[in-house]
Each structure stands twice: as structure tokens, then as C-alpha cells.
């Protein structure tokens, strides 16, 4: 059961006692501890339609008042807004979950500038000065590592030998058209749900849009940020030797025609693993399917995880038990020497 309190509204951890301390800083919300809070908390939901933040500029302008507000939180002052619509009511895994034994009050853990960090209690907050349990531990979310994500989206359409398919309909043992080796079976598909929430406290979670036209595609292709796409041309050629070479979609990004998709309100990441890295054609784009040893595996649930492991055995300890790329990943430094004189070919 969620909490009945109605509105978001988050309240700085210093709010906060953890057994009766501070939260720590390398476990700041063990599983089983006591949790309390004190003080006035911060809504996020103002009753005026023209306090709510909308799209790009709003998220910012949010992400640059909530820091600013925290000195005042304890002296029960300052507003500002978000939409409802960033916020999930969902538990999600990484947050943080108290409850009173029969109320539960999820949240997420929200870090912002000199060092401070926000608790953002999307349904209401649990009573102040009551005695609570923590029941589910947030995740600790270390700084951005070079790992990826590489995912699709959902509504995404992929090449296979009977024509496109919405990836969300594939299944293991299903195929799809390769640019290297023709059809090749689908051996493990994954999902990850992101939702508005999580988005808000990880920009860095926000899918990438590749508007239609940008890659020669009829439509828009929306994908994670480290998905790769394939790139070609004379430059690529004479720089690197090769005719062909997959970049991240984040270091695409030119605010015009590959950008944050900052319209997304939640996102669905789906894996498609075949038996080697392959380029596959999504929505008439090439770009890459799932490769394990370069994914960042820290978010595949426990079943997902057993499965792959079936299939790519020791993946989780050798991240070359996969095998090679199918063609030269560059650096977002290399992509910038190939965009220096203009815009390459992939976005002319």
C-alpha cells in the first residue's frame, strides 16, 4: 500500500535520522534500521497551473532552484514545481522504501550540488517525528563509469526475415537481419523500465532521439544513451582505416537532430543479444545489438541475469567472454576529430 498523502514533496537528508544518526555516507539507509525525519518538508506539486515546469527548460530550471531551496528547508520556506508526470508512484528497486508496518512510502534518492542529497517522496511523505522501518535500501549510484546501456526503446522496429517487427514482440529463438551474417536467432532479450523519477535523479538515464532524416531514417529512432550507430564515409576511411565504425548516441548529440529526449515521461530499454555483436536495422537506421561485455550489467534483475549467464557464461567476471565488437567503437574525443571541419555524413 502507498501512502494516502496526496502531492510530491522531497526533504533534504539532514532532515533525516538513521537510527538515530545522520545518514552515513557509505550506507546512508541499511535495510532494517529506524528511520525519523523532522522539519517542513518542500512540495513539488504547487496547486497553480503556472507553477509547473515543462520539458527541457523546466527540468533545469528545477534542477537549478531545488539546491538553492534546501537552506531554507528547515525554516519551512521556498516552492517550486515539477510535473507530476516525471514523478512514479511505482516502487522502484533502487529506491528507498520506509514504512510503519502498514503504510509503505517509496522514494528516490536524488543527489544535487556540494554534496547534498534530497529524498523525493513521490506520493505523499510519511509522518515527521514517527518511528520508521527501512524495509528496501536505495542503490548506490557510483559516478558514471564508461559501461553502457545499449538499448532500444520500446516501439522500436528491427529487420527480420518477415519484415519489421516491434521489438517489445521479439523472443528468444525468433531472428532478426543482420548486416554482417544474414538472419541470426535471438538468444536472450532483456528489459528495463526507467521511469520519470529515476530520469529526474539521472539525467544521464534519458534516452537519446534520432529525429527522422537525421541518418537517412523515415522516422524518429529513440534509443539509449550508449547505444551505437553505425557511421561511414571517406573521413571515417582515411581516418581510422576502415570503412565503418560505431559511435555512442550521446556523443551524437547536437541539440537539432539527435537530442535528449526530454519528452519522455518514462522509458522501456529492451536487449537483443545474439550469438555474436551484430549491426542490426532499426527503424532504417544500422546500429548495434546488445553486446554484454560492454554493457553495464549492474541493472539486469537477478532472472535476466541467470539467463545470460546460460548463454554468455563468465560474462559477468570476462568481459571479453563475449567476444570482439563487430566494428571499431570510437571515443566520443574520436567522433569530435571526425565532426571538427562540419558535420559529417551521417547528419548532412
Not at 162 to 187: C, K, S, W
Not at 249 to 258: F, K, S, T
Amino acid at each position: 500500500m502507498l501512502g494516502a498523502c496526496a502531492g510530491a514533496q522531497v526533504i533534504s537528508a539532514v532532515q533525516a535520522r538513521v537510527d538515530g544518526h545522520f545518514p552515513s555516507a557509505r550506507t546512508p539507509f541499511p535495510v532494517g534500521s529506524d528511520f525519523r525525519w523532522f522539519g517542513a518538508p518542500l512540495r513539488l506539486d504547487g496547486a497553480r497551473a503556472a507553477l509547473l515546469l515543462n520539458g527541457a527548460e523546466g527540468q533545469a530550471d528545477l534542477r537549478a532552484r531545488v539546491p538553492r531551496t534546501v537552506a531554507k528547508l528547515s525554516r519551512g520556506r521556498g516552492s517550486s514545481a515539477v510535473p507530476l508526470s516525471l514523478l512514479d508512484p511505482d516502487e522502484d528497486p533502487a529506491a528507498l522504501i520506509v514504512t510503519d508496518g502498514r503504510t509503505r512510502w517509496p522514494a528516490q534518492v536524488v543527489p544535487v550540488a556540494n554534496g547534498e542529497t534530497l529524498l523525493l517522496f513521490s506520493d505523499g511523505l510519511p509522518p515527521a517525528n514517527a518511528d520508521l522501518r527501512i524495509v528496501q535500501s536505495p542503490t548506490v549510484q557510483d559516478a558514471p563509469t564508461e559501461k553502457k546501456t545499449i538499448c532500444f526503446t520500446a516501439g522500436t522496429l528491427l529487420d527480420t526475415p518477415d519484415g519489421p517487427r516491434a521489438i517489445e514482440d521479439l523472443y528468444p529463438g525468433d531472428r532478426v537481419d543482420t548486416r554482417d551474417n544474414g538472419p541470426q536467432e535471438v538468444l536472450w532479450m532483456g528489459l528495463r523500465r526507467v521511469s520519470g523519477a529515476r530520469m529526474f535523479a539521472m539525467p544521464r538515464l534519458r534516452p537519446v532521439r534520432i529525429r527522422a532524416g537525421a541518418m537517412g531514417n523515415d522516422t524518429d529512432l529513440v534509443v539509449s544513451p550508449g547505444h551505437q550507430m553505425l557511421i561511414s564515409g571517406r573521413k571515417v576511411q582515411a581516418l581510422w582505416n576502415t570503412a565503418e565504425v560505431l559511435v555512442r548516441a550521446q556523443d551524437m548529440i547536437d541539440g537539432v537532430r539527435v537530442a535528449v529526449d526530454h519528452s519522455a515521461t518514462e522509458a522501456t530499454y529492451l536487449h537483443v543479444l545474439t550469438q555474436h555483436h551484430q549491426v542490426l536495422r532499426a527503424n532504417g537506421v544500422w546500429s548495434e545489438s546488445f553486446h554484454p561485455g560492454e554493457a553495464d550489467l549492474s541493472h539486469v534483475n537477478t532472472a535476466e541475469m541467470e539467463e545470460l549467464l546460460d548463454r554468455v557464461p563468465g560474462i559477468d567476471t570476462d568481459n571479453t567472454a563475449y567476444g570482439p565488437s563487430a566494428r571499431r567503437c570510437l571515443s566520443a574525443a574520436e567522433l569530435a576529430i571526425l565532426r571538427h571541419d562540419g558535420p559529417p555524413r551521417y547528419l548532412m
